[in-house]
């Protein structure tokens, strides 16, 4: 069987510098390409995370409502989750869930990025 690795997490949206902006802003993220002309797009690179952000245009559809069938959200690591959280609320950031415990060992919350992008914090320390 062929082997699979893991490469990146591709975005629309339809204002890619506000969005670009908000992950750097706010989660730190790291320009590593701007690519301009007929499909703009602006490759960020987030905690290890390849993630491409393209201008969506009359052609793309609008999101679904959450919950929905295909990829829901994504998980970033963080060491501290309290640490974590007191700094996204200090910068405004609207939390969905907020942080508790899922089971021995791993802690969680959940953040609403631009678009409505659901993004999952996890703090995980032996049971």
Same mark, same amino acid.
């Given at each position: ?9 591709? $975005? ?5 510098? /506000?969005?670009?902006?908000w992950?750097?802003?706010? $989660? ?15 490759? $960020? ?18 999101p ?6 295909? +990829?829901?959200?994504?998980? $970033? /690591?963080?060491?501290d989750?309290?640490? /974590? ?31 409505? +992008? ?10």
């Amino acid at each position: 069987m062929a082997r699979y690795g893991f490469d990146h997490v591709h $975005l629309r949206s339809p204002d890619l510098e /506000a969005t670009a902006t908000w992950f750097q802003e706010v $989660l730190g993220a790291e320009v590593v390409r701007r690519a301009a002309g007929e499909a703009p797009r602006i490759d $960020l690179l987030l905690g290890g995370l390849n993630l491409f952000i393209s201008q969506s245009d009359t052609r793309v559809a609008a999101p679904p409502v959450s919950p929905y069938n295909g +990829i829901d959200h994504f998980g $970033l /690591a963080v060491e501290d989750l309290d640490a /974590a959280v007191a700094e996204l609320k200090a910068k405004g950031v609207e939390f969905t869930i907020e942080p508790r415990q899922a089971r021995p060992g791993v802690r969680i919350c959940f953040i609403r990025g631009p678009q409505d +992008i659901t993004i999952e914090l996890l703090e995980r320390k032996p049971a």
